[in-house]
């Protein structure tokens, strides 16, 4: 059975930092360009950051330029978020996809594997 784990979230104050990371068990996620997702409450699930299997192609939603930073170790099959200069907006349970594609896609409905959430919360 695939799965995603995150690990690395929790509380922290705004102007903190957090680094999540996801790794998948059951299979290599070599050839997958993975995204990350979060969700608050009350929100819809929405893209954070994705990154392609080479790592040539990254995006970031608008909302986290230039404080939160993408990048996979595929020698270790992980990825990371690396979350600077935190606010509360950004308290959500973050979410790891992977999907079958050459490029970063921003929908969730095109991701294949997810996994269980992380909760950030950020206090201010």
């Known amino acids: 059975q695939v799965q995603l784990a995150e690990s690395g979230g929790g509380l922290v104050q705004a102007g903190g930092s957090l680094r999540l990371s996801c790794a998948p068990s059951g299979r290599t996620f070599s050839s997958y360009a993975m995204g990350w997702f979060r969700q608050a409450p009350g929100k819809e699930r929405e893209f954070v950051a994705g990154?392609?299997?080479?790592?040539?192609?990254?995006a970031y939603a608008d909302s986290v330029k230039g404080r939160f930073t993408i990048s996979r170790d595929n020698a270790k099959n992980t990825v990371y978020l690396q979350m600077n200069s935190l606010k509360p907006e950004d308290t959500a349970v973050y979410y790891c996809?992977?999907?079958?594609?050459?490029?970063?896609?921003?929908?969730?409905?095109?991701?294949?594997?997810w996994g269980q959430g992380t909760q950030v919360t950020v206090s201010s």
């Open positions: 996809a992977a999907g079958r594609y050459p490029i970063v896609v921003v929908t969730t409905s095109a991701y294949d594997y």
């Open positions: 990154i392609t299997w080479t790592g040539g192609s990254i």
